[in-house]
Structures are given as C-alpha cells and as structure tokens.
C-alpha cells in the first residue's frame, strides 16, 4: 500500500466515522507483514551462510540491517515505484554542478522493480551536473535476455549525449541484465572490442552473479535463472573473457538478505567491496556506496 494509497484509505475511514484503530489496522497488518518477511529472509540468510568464506554478522548487525531494509523497502514500493517513477526524468545534458557535464551515468534496476528505485540518486546526479538515464526494464517477467535491447537503447542516448562512455551501476539483477547484454551484442557479430569499449565501467549493488538460494522458490524465468548454479549462468559466465569481468566492480553485504550466501554477490575477477551490515535495497542508501560510484565514474 503506497503512501496515496494509506491517505485515501484514512480519509475514507474517516468519512465513515470508523475509529482511528479501525483505519490504521489494515495499514500495520500491511507493514508488519513487510517487517516479518524481511525478517523471515534474514533468518533464511543465516541458515544458508554454512561455509561461505564471509565471516557471519554480529546478531545485532542482523537487527539493524532488517530494521534499515524495513524502512528502504516501505520507501521504495510504498511511493517511489509505484507513484514517484518519473519524479526525476533523465537528464543528458549537465546541469549547474561541479562536473557540468561530461561522462553520464546509467542506472539499472533489480527485480520486480522499476526507473523510481533510483529516486534517491536523481537529484544527487543532478546536483553534481551528471547526465544519466534510469531504465525501467519491461515485461516485469520473462527472461533477463529480454532487457537487453533497453540496455542497448540507453547506452546509445548517453554515448551520443556525451561523447563518452558511459558508467553503468546497476542493482540486483541489474547486473546480470548488463551482463547478457554483452553477451547479446556478441551474439549478433559485434567484436568483444568494439562492445567493450562502449562501457567504462559497471559497479553492481547486491547484484547475484553466482545466483541466490533464495531464487528456488521464484517460478518466473527471470528468477529461476538467478537460481544457484543454474545453466543460464552457467553459460553467460562461459561467455565472458577475463578483461570483461575485470571492468567491474562488486559491492556485496554480510547481511544481504535476498543475495545469499554473501559469495553469490561477488563476479570471479572483478573488484570486490564488502559493505557490512547491509540489506539488500538499504545498500543503494549507504553514503559511500554514492561516493564509489563518483569515484568509478572519474576514474580512467
């Protein structure tokens, strides 16, 4: 229930002359079936943890990073995507900001999201005078190949707009989206050179490049290939060369609470960065996680 929504159910209770308790009890039952979700992921985390190299979170590291991911998550499906996706539309040009300009930034989603997962970001770009497009990838099932002609679509506005090669910071299975999307140009005769060279780098939040336990209970295409092992990604790892993988750069978190166990999160050869005592979507709201991304985007 999104906060519109909340507001209209109150005022029509209101209307009827119900009592605040009657009003607000659908509204906590909502919420806390959120929290007891969340929380139910987490204790599914710890289960699956086993022998991953990642040393296991603190209890209370576990508590905060649900708490956080409760309110990240309450955001993010309660207003941002649901009401607020085109509050911050792109932007190809610079603004008033420090860079003014220059090198753009594209933003990818996960699943089961869409362009206002980002909304946190927008006005940060834009604040600092960076061109960037969010995408929403449609149909909301099917198969990740099938996002690949959006990805390609949105790299050819930013090359064009700026002239440069464009960062890509995508989250969950946002990540392995811009990774088929590789493998697609390939598949249809560009030179790994020629594809290569249209990124500069891809940073990946929560992204599960080795699949996720929790994916066997998902009966969508797109999430019985993020199933661990599975053959799809069995097959876009045998596509890619060392020097692609080594183009990104993974930030993973002990208490993800969807990319489980932590391992699944990192890509073998790319820059791993471990952000501890995050949730999955809390980690887009980690400050230095922001800061990464400048930071990757001025890199050489």
Sequence with gaps: MGALGIAGWLGWCAWRGWGLLAALGPVLTLLGLNALALGLEQALAVGVHGHDPAPPPRSLQRVQAWWRETLASGRAFGWAMPFASQRWPDRLEGADGPDQGGRGVLLVH???CNRG???????????QGIPFVGV???PVFGSIDDYTDQ???????????TGQAPLVVCHSMGGLVLRAWRRSRLQRGETAAVTDARIHHVLTLGTPHRGTWLARFGQQMNAVQMRRDSLWLQGLMQSESAAWRACFTCVWSDCDNVVFPPCCGVLEGAASVHRPGRGHQDLLDDPAV??????LRQGA
């Design 110 to 112: 996960g699943y089961l």
């Design 117 to 127: 997962f980002w909304n946190r970001w927008y006005p940060r770009l834009q604040a």
């Design 136 to 138: 929403s990838l449609e």
């Design 151 to 161: 990805i390609d679509a949105a790299l050819v506005q930013l090359q064009r707009a």
């Design 290 to 295: 922001f800061v990464l991304a400048l930071a």
